[in-house]
């Protein structure tokens, strides 16, 4: 068991691409995003806390580009300013349109996951240009090594799966002893229940984390 509480997800940088340039660009567009979200309402740094539950020090952090936002911090921020999540993480170039509500069908091409910054994991959300989804599935890089890198345990309202690509990883949780997991190793769990995951070895494990908010939780779309 880990002796400090370790927190939370999502998304992988385009591959053949550089993860470091990725990463700073997914926090400025981000940046750019909650600033103009809370621009376009007229609310100050301490309206938008109040509203999002997101402490004020943070958004200025995360509106400069200087902080990623934890998973849970972007379920706040979305219920906050009333969007889905899928809406809140801004695309790389021009948005596409959602589908109606019926009948609906997207591709996401290999390295066309929408990337957003969070701390320890590269995440890519894949199915983005789909609002409104029942799930929310990210290909994402482990790039913690160490449970001592997570400041606190990561945990949301949801169900989650992961399954691992590639690499191996360390799956550790509040509840359970860690586990070691390899490719086509998969872990189903509640996302309530304290958790955070280090890649073993020098290789970035690779997974697919699927995460279901329970009906009516904060995450829910």
Known sequence: MPRKPPPTTATSPTPGGD???????????????????????????????????????SLSKIEK????????????????????VTALIPAEGPAAAAPGPLGRRTVTRAGEGRPYPSPN?????????????????????VKARDIADFDEWHRHDSEDFVFVLSGKLAFHSELYEPVDLAPGDSVYFDGRMGHAMVSLGAEDAAILWISAPYAGSADAP
């Open 121 to 141: 994991y590269l995440n890519a959300l894949l199915a983005a240009d789909i609002s409104q989804k029942a799930f929310l599935p990210f290909h994402t890089l």
């Open 19 to 57: 993860p470091a340039a990725s990463l700073r660009a997914a926090k400025q567009r981000l940046g750019i995003r909650i600033h103009g979200l809370r621009r376009d309402r007229g609310w100050t740094l301490d309206r938008a806390a109040a509203e999002t539950g997101v402490s004020r020090a």
């Open 65 to 84: 580009g200087q902080m990623s936002p934890t998973f849970d911090a972007m379920t706040k921020l979305a219920k906050g300013f009333g969007l889905d």
